[in-house]
């Protein structure tokens, strides 16, 4: 067997997934180890359009599993299709690259923890798997489910893309969670790494001729759609601040009526504005002409937002990113959120003047850059993250040793989990620090009969649903203080602003 460990990763077809597990995978391939990255016929040929010819990342695809007339973009379909078709096939690619050559033998594989199946398929091919979560998981049902699959061996280890001082309160309740984020590609060759769309740089050159914090950013990711109406709104709301902007709107929602409004934007806007079709988010966000963000704020964007210092506005879409809002206007105090109208539009009044508190907001300033210094600790040597991620490496590279001595045992006990389980190498002298001792994990199910996918499709259901639930909360405590102060003769507290 070879000196060269070999790894196989795979991502859920979706550019918030694909995303941070290739800039993982970049910097699992920077430590000597190759990686060979795994996702479905039509993102691949979308990620070949955009890498380096000299990208040491292998691109290896599976069938879609989609007939040629049905929308490859659609969630539910890719769903289905991956637990019905990808299975067999992903079976197949292992027991293939594994019997050609035992210097190319898989010692690992990393999974999105949306593609539930590949662990099992790992565990029936004797390779030890590690789980990794886009973005922060805090749903009760992860909490309870995810020591009953390290228990039983099904994931080896868990890795997340955040950083243990930005929510230790909720990375102490995962047991054997390691943050080995903020994953960043700024220190990459290419600036885009993962993405599914050409990137148009003529933005940074238009940014460097701009005054220092004078640009307001507006970019709403991969996923988001608006109306006509919204669209209007949101262009003058960006026209009433009178600051200029970039704005970014994807080529795939770009029908002839908005082609048609977005050309009347451009002559209006002439030298203040600019409208592209995508950009490399983190030199946009690094760049000193950036004022603020406004962003859907899903994991990636946030993560991208605060590791560059840049307050953010929130517009939240669906799912988690309405749980990010809270974070980001709540809890971390770095930015401000949108308040639709009665007919659930942001009026361009509403952009006007939450861009104008925001930028005037010295506070929020203040700690956006607090959290941007505590993000570049965490990944620098000797940060939380930094440690985190060489250790994760290391064991991956006694699994070579392990396999070196049996090639033939079906199944090598790892001690990755039980290496940072509870014990995460942060610096218990910042303020930030949380003693993860002081947590008790949950008493392990006894269940033997639910399967690991049906456990990961509940975590997921109740991941989508997590945002919802907690504005729902919010306004069912309000209202019960409301109550309680009128009973007591005190004023009721102003319900939450914040609606989904």
């Not at 002839?256 to 002439?270: C, H, K, T, V, Y």
């Not at 950036?290 to 993560?303: E, P, Q, R, V």
């Not at 799912?319 to 930015?335: E, L």
Request: charged share 20%; glycine share 6%.
């Amino acid at each position: 067997m070879g000196s060269q460990p070999h790894v196989l990763v795979i991502a859920f077809p979706a550019q918030g997934h694909v995303a941070p597990l290739m800039k993982l995978s970049h910097q699992i391939v920077d430590h000597g180890i190759k990686v060979t990255f795994v996702t479905t016929e039509f993102i691949n040929a979308r990620l070949i359009t955009t890498m380096p010819a000299n990208s040491p990342i292998r691109l290896v695809s599976l069938p879609n599993g989609l007939e040629p007339r049905d929308d490859q973009t659609d969630a539910l379909k890719l769903i289905n299709s991956f637990q019905e078709v990808k299975p067999d096939h992903f079976k197949d690619l292992i027991e293939k690259i594994n019997e050609s050559d035992d210097d190319d033998r898989i010692i690992c594989v990393i999974a999105d923890v949306t593609v539930s199946w590949a662990f099992d398929v790992a565990e029936k091919t004797g390779i030890q798997s590690a789980a990794f979560w886009p973005n922060v998981p805090t749903t009760l049902a992860l909490i309870l489910l995810i020591p009953k699959l390290i228990e039983d061996g099904i994931i080896d280890t868990q890795v997340c893309n955040s950083f243990y001082e930005l929510d230790s309160l909720s990375l102490n309740l995962i047991p054997g969670i390691i943050p080995v984020g903020p994953l960043l590609s700024s220190n990459q060759l290419e600036n885009h790494i993962g993405t599914f769309w050409p990137v148009d740089s003529t933005c940074l050159s238009w940014l460097d001729k701009q005054p220092v914090g004078s640009i307001i950013y507006a970019s709403f990711g991969s996923t988001s759609t608006f109306n006509q109406q919204q669209f209007d709104e949101l262009a003058l709301g960006l026209e009433l601040t009178g600051l200029p902007f970039l704005w970014v709107i994807r080529l795939d929602i770009a029908n002839e009526a908005l082609s048609e409004f977005l050309d009347g934007i451009r002559l209006r806007i002439a030298d203040s504005g600019k409208i592209v079709d995508w950009e490399p988010q983190e030199q946009v966000l690094a760049h000193p002409s950036i004022a603020c963000f406004i962003s859907h704020y899903g994991w990636n964007s946030t993560l991208e937002g605060i590791s560059m210092g840049v307050p953010f506005l929130c517009w939240p879409y669906f799912t988690d990113q309405f749980q990010n809002k809270s974070y980001i206007c709540d809890f971390w105090k770095v930015g401000l959120g949108l308040n639709p109208d009665e007919n659930g539009i942001i009026t361009r009044h509403e952009i006007n003047t939450k861009i104008k508190a925001l930028l005037s907001d010295d506070v929020i300033k203040t700690k956006s850059l607090k959290l941007k210094e505590m993000a570049k600790k965490s990944v620098s040597e000797g940060g939380s993250s930094f440690k985190n991620f060489e250790s994760f490496i290391e064991q991956i590279k006694q699994r070579v040793a392990q396999l070196k001595a049996s090639l033939k045992r079906p199944r090598v006990e790892s001690s990755i989990g039980d290496a940072f389980r509870g014990h995460p190498s942060s610096d218990p002298s910042t303020e930030e620090y949380v003693d993860p001792t002081a947590v008790v994990d949950p008493e392990p199910s006894t269940s033997t009969t639910i399967s690991t996918r049906s456990m990961l499709e509940t975590v997921l259901i109740v991941q989508s649903a997590h945002g919802q639930l907690l504005l729902d909360l919010l306004n069912e405590v309000a209202t019960l203080e409301a109550e309680l102060a009128a009973t007591s003769g005190a004023s009721p507290p102003a319900p939450p602003s914040d609606q989904p």
